[in-house]
């Protein structure tokens, strides 16, 4: 050390401004030029621009300000226990929150993975300090979450479920939709997965009905904890949204990207929808049981967040840059949630395949119906029976929805690209993919695998696109087995080694339990399977009684 110079006087120099030390630290960035940098993670974009970093944050000024948020998240849930909120809060949303937090932990961490490739590849250093503390915020978004989860367990009337969530995700026939959307943040082409498919369409678009529409109806339940801990987790979307549009402006400088953005944007934003819709909007509108009429449905939140925030100032303006934005698809998109119900098909997917999953699900009441049909109209003639017949059948020794006759229901194909079954069954489609058959909820879902994860795109070689691969229909893994031995192999049985985790009501006595006893003799078939068994003629004329749909029969 310098003479004279000690450590009191290092730390009592003046500070610098922010933007000074984020330039300053960028210096320290050593790229040599005398060597070509391999490409660990492969992209077919080109980018020689440097994207420059919108926040300049450094370590000095992040640090400070994501403990005092922790402080405040990890203070509320103790004074939510003093206040006994599980008093109050309502079972049916806490049992929704067993599947999201099982859920929404691995696309954090996956986020936080994909930093790191799209931090190699971004040229320059300016901002790679800014996907190094996106990717420090992913890390504790992940914990804070995971805390959550244990914070609920360990307080709430029914912890089964809670305490089973990280070994049950990517198992039940709900979770490994949550898997397809968190590795879409890390797999394929480096530049369409971490940076379009994450930053510039999950995070600039769907997390405000992800981080902001759950909290808000988590309040209305009775529950401030998860308000607490997702709001805090929203607070550095701003930062992540900035990095993401910043490199999408630095990819923009090439003509040759505007091809793959045009592919990116169309997959990204139709990928999105159909997983996050379907999950946060069966949340948002069934764990609720506050009907206030003049809160809005997901369905104003979507339009108000995605279709005008998003779609109309955001992806709009990048037109003036020369990307055509393919408006048909959001329109789309807006007609399923509106016109053609699209979460409440899902819904009443979950509800239908309860024995299979690690929470509770609670018929829908009068109440419930009333407040749909106001703000979905047409809802009760589609679905209302079929939630009479689910209140029904709930009790122990009636015959599981699933598998009973009398309701009507028909249980669906499975989306080969997003892994939401196909509930709109007039838009189903099925395509041969490498020799095999595959079912898709949509046409553009079928575009995304034969056209857009193809090896080349519209004549250009695209060798770093990802590809679908493996046993990722959850019903193929359990064709043919009885539905108590699949329970048994997923694990989701309680401690005394025969109660069904599951169950179809929020009834915590014993005698109203379901056993294994009580869904042994049903046999699991993958429609998909029977499908590829079928002769043409046979399979020809079962896709078009598909899409024809359903009638649920009068509950009597």
Known sequence: MAEGLTLNKITSQRGIPVSEAAKKIADLGWNPSYVQEAMTFPTDYKITKAPKDPMRQVLRSYFPMQEEKDNRVYGALDAALRGDMFRNVEPRWVEWMKLFLAIIPFPEISAARSMAMVGRLAPGEDLRTGFTMQMVDEFRHSTIQMNLKKWYMENYIDPAGFDITEAAFGKCYATTIGRQFGEGFITGDAITSANVYLTVVAETAFTNTLFVAMPSEAA???????????????????????????????????????????????????????????????????????????????????????????????????????????????????????????????????????????????????????????????????????????????????????????????????????????????????????????????????????????????????????????????????????????IEDLGFVRTDGKTLIPQPHLRFDDKDMWTLDDVRGHTLLSPLTLLREMSDADREAHVAEYKKGFEINPCH
């Open 220 to 486: 209305r339940n009775g529950d401030y904890a998860l308000p607490t801990v997702f709001l805090s987790v929203q607070s550095d979307e701003s930062r992540h949204i900035g990095n993401g549009h910043s490199m999408l402006m630095s990819m923009l400088k090439e003509p040759e990207n505007h091809q793959l953005l045009e592919r990116d944007l169309k997959y990204a934003f139709w990928q999105n929808h159909a997983i996050v819709d379907a999950a946060i909007g069966t949340f948002i509108e069934y764990g609720t049981t506050n009907r206030d009429k003049n809160k809005e449905s997901y369905a104003e939140m979507w339009h108000r967040w995605i279709f005008e925030d998003y779609y109309r100032t955001y992806m709009l303006p990048l037109e003036k840059y020369g990307i055509k934005i393919h408006h048909d698809d959001v329109h789309e998109a807006w007609k399923r949630i509106t016109e053609k119900m699209y979460v409440h098909t899902v819904g009443q997917f979950f509800a239908v395949g309860w024995p299979v999953n690690f929470w509770r699900i609670e018929a829908q009441t009068e109440k419930d119906f009333e407040w749909f049909e106001h703000k979905y109209p047409g809802w009760y003639a589609k679905f209302g029976e079929f939630w009479k017949w689910y209140a029904k059948l709930s009790k122990p020794g009636q015959k599981v929805v699933t598998f009973n006759e009398e309701v009507g229901y028909v249980y669906p194909h499975r989306c080969w690209s997003c892994l939401v079954p196909c509930l709109i069954r007039e838009d189903m489609v099925v395509e041969e993919i490498d020799g095999k058959l595959h079912t898709f909820a949509h046409e553009i879902d079928a575009w995304t695998v034969k056209t857009a994860f193809a090896g080349e795109y519209e004549g250009r070689p695209t060798p770093a696109m990802g590809r679908f691969s493996g046993r990722r229909e959850w019903e193929t893994c359990y064709h043919g087995w009885d539905l108590a031995d699949a």
